[in-house]
């Protein structure tokens, strides 16, 4: 399903238009059909798995900065749902409508239908994709996308490179958790996860499973086994694909120096921990140092659910939350492996093996005594410092509360987010046609310097994500700061950037960032239910600027299967 071809003079134009040079660039070509499968990610039979290519996740996309990614999106699923697909974290600058969300820069791909996305890939970094259409993703719809430098800023400093997934999985379908969430009974609480999973695969206990009627098949519990080379030194890749949950992560008896923060390369010699907090939509880059044992040692990548930020209530779609294994685990195992990664990749291939539960470990360390990242001292490799001012400002406050049918739902100050129907918002935008207000949206002038100010008045912390961008993260409370207040809390211009950041429960963040992206930019919780519910805003960059955006004939195609124009 997948081709990489040298470029071509055909393609020539294509690179021209992106404005890249095109020595040594080529077209990285996928495939992907996208239909439901049926599988035991968890043991659990599930057969709402939207799978790519008959697999779940789906597949791993590898490239280099300046090559052009080209993937053709076939909609198999068969049940009238369409598709779209997003790419998580990287700026679509110059192809805004590539970027995915349905009815905000495209609109959704009718079953029957093909798609092909193709922009250039411009930066660095550990990233993903992942449907972008209600919350198809949580039922599998997402796969990792690495992109290298060259050279890697790092290079030097590790030999080959190891690449973790983690991620919440239900045994329920996508459209029943919705049916279910988007009702006055849920209370607002989001469908509680059956299972965490590492690189896809995971354990639910069997005996609960049966009882509630589902087929489960203990022998087919694995985890991924990383066999490692003692004294080298690891590249480790950490992707965080949740709908909903927060994972602590480390690696027993190991530390982790980060080198990466969502695609933001980091200085030389940043502190090193033994754990990080990593929410939805983040992800990160490790050194891990193979020097904690021999040949023959195993050590526990360890996964843990955090628990305590999921509110749930009686009747909830899983009827059991308490059976939830919290803690999902892979294994290191110092081994004479020499190379075994894939082919042309320098990733370490795992193996899947069969969950051992009367294998015990080496220093299983419990969560309370480990140090732990602090994101806000890390410092990027450029170094350029957040900006020391402003012109423009949107203050957003996180509100939960019932709407006129009585169902709870989750804001940006009290406004839940509604899809623009016919044009998407990025057409309307190009078209002249006003966005509506129901789409809560606020406009900024190319070249603004805008300050985001995020309130979180909840008992959980949310994941906001910015499309087109990475901001500057200038300012974070810790848990119980209260709302930001300029007179009381200190703002950080070290120049700490990434592209999903954690606002803390009953806390606040500050971030910021330049509109040098023309387009029509989603801002959202990257807890899928939560923006489901309304937790979303577009920033409309520079509509002065928005006739210079070119449609895609791919673009107008995809809205004339709905009888939309632009
Ligand atoms: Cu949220």
């Keep these: 399903m997948k081709s990489v071809s040298k470029v071509s003079l055909l ?27 049926s599988g035991l990610p968890d043991g659990v039979l599930t057969t709402s798995i939207l799978g790519i290519n008959g697999k779940y996740p789906g597949p791993l996309i590898e490239a280099e900065v300046g090559d052009v990614l080209e993937v053709t999106v076939i909609n198999k699923i068969q049940d009238g749902q369409n598709v779209t697909l997003h790419w998580h974290g990287l700026h679509q600058r110059g192809t805004p409508f590539q970027d995915g969300p349905s009815q ?3 609109c959704p791909l009718k079953e029957g239908s093909t798609q092909v996305y193709t922009f250039p890939l ?50 329920t379908s996508a459209k029943q958790n919705e049916e279910w969430f988007l009702r006055p009974e849920s209370g607002g609480a989001p469908p509680y996860p059956f299972s965490v999973l590492m690189n896809g695969v995971g354990r639910y206990p069997c005996g609960t499973a049966l009882k509630a009627g589902r087929l489960c098949v203990s022998y087919s519990q694995v985890r991924p086994v990383f066999k490692v080379q003692p004294r080298k030194t690891y590249r480790l890749r950490l992707i965080n694909t949740s709908g909903w949950v927060a994972f602590n992560f480390t690696i027993s008896g190991h530390t982790l120096t980060p080198i990466e923060v ?24 490790f050194l891990l140092k193979a020097d904690a044992g021999v040949v023959g040692d195993e050590f526990l990548i360890r996964a843990s659910l955090r628990k305590e930020f999921l509110f749930t209530l009686a009747g909830n779609i899983n009827p059991a939350p308490e059976a939830v294994i919290n ?11 020499g190379r075994q990664t894939y082919s042309s990749s320098p990733l370490v291939k795992p193996s899947f093996e069969q969950f051992d539960h009367s294998k015990t470990y080496r220093t299983v ?3 309370s005594t480990m140090d732990f990242l602090t994101e806000m001292e890390t410092v990027p490799f450029d170094a350029v410092p957040a900006p020391p001012n402003f012109d423009t400002e949107k203050v957003v406050n996180i509100i939960f509360q019932n709407d006129e049918n009585g169902l709870r739902r989750g804001s940006f100050n009290g406004h839940p987010f509604e899809l623009p129907t016919g044009k998407p918002a990025l057409g309307k935008l190009v078209d002249g046609i006003p966005i509506p207000e129901a789409t809560s949206h606020f406009n900024m002038k190319y070249g603004d310097i805008v300050q985001v100010v995020i309130n979180n008045p909840e008992l959980g912390p949310h994941p906001i994500h910015l499309h087109g961008h990475h901001f500057w993260v200038v300012g974070m409370g810790h848990s119980g700061d209260g709302s930001y207040d300029p007179l009381r809390h200190q703002l950080n211009l070290n120049g700490h ?12 963040l500050v971030i910021r960032f330049r509109a040098d992206n023309p387009g029509v930019w989603l801002m959202h919780c990257h807890i ?24 895609p004939d791919e673009a107008r195609k995809v809205c004339a299967d709905h009888n939309v124009f632009i």
Excluded: C
């Excluded at 411009?122 to 992109?147: D, F, K, M, R």
């Design 122 to 171: 411009l930066l660095p970094g550990t990233y993903w994709y992942h449907s972008h259409v209600n919350s198809q993703y949580t039922e599998g719809l997402w796969g990792s996308l690495i992109v290298r430098g060259t050279p890697e800023v790092w290079q030097e400093l590790y030999d080959e490179e190891i690449l973790i997934t983690v991620n919440d999985w239900y045994h």
């Design 327 to 337: 803690e999902v685990t892979g294994v290191i195992k110092y081994a004479n492996v």
């Design 365 to 367: 360390e419990t969560w």
């Design 104 to 106: 905000i820069t495209q």
């Design 262 to 285: 969502d695609g933001i390369d980091l200085a030389a010699n940043q502190p090193v921990h033994h754990a990080i907090f990593i929410g939805a939509g983040q992800r990160y880059s």
């Design 11 to 37: 393609a020539l134009p294509i690179l021209l238009v992106f404005g890249i040079a095109a020595v040594n660039s080529k077209t990285v070509k996928h495939t992907f059909r996208v239909s439901y499968i």
């Design 528 to 551: 899928d239910w939560h923006m489901l519910s309304g937790m979303a805003m577009v920033f409309v960059e520079a509509p002065e600027l928005a006739s210079s955006i070119r449609v």
């Design 497 to 508: 950037r990434r592209d999903t950041v954690l606002v803390k429960e009953k806390s606040w």
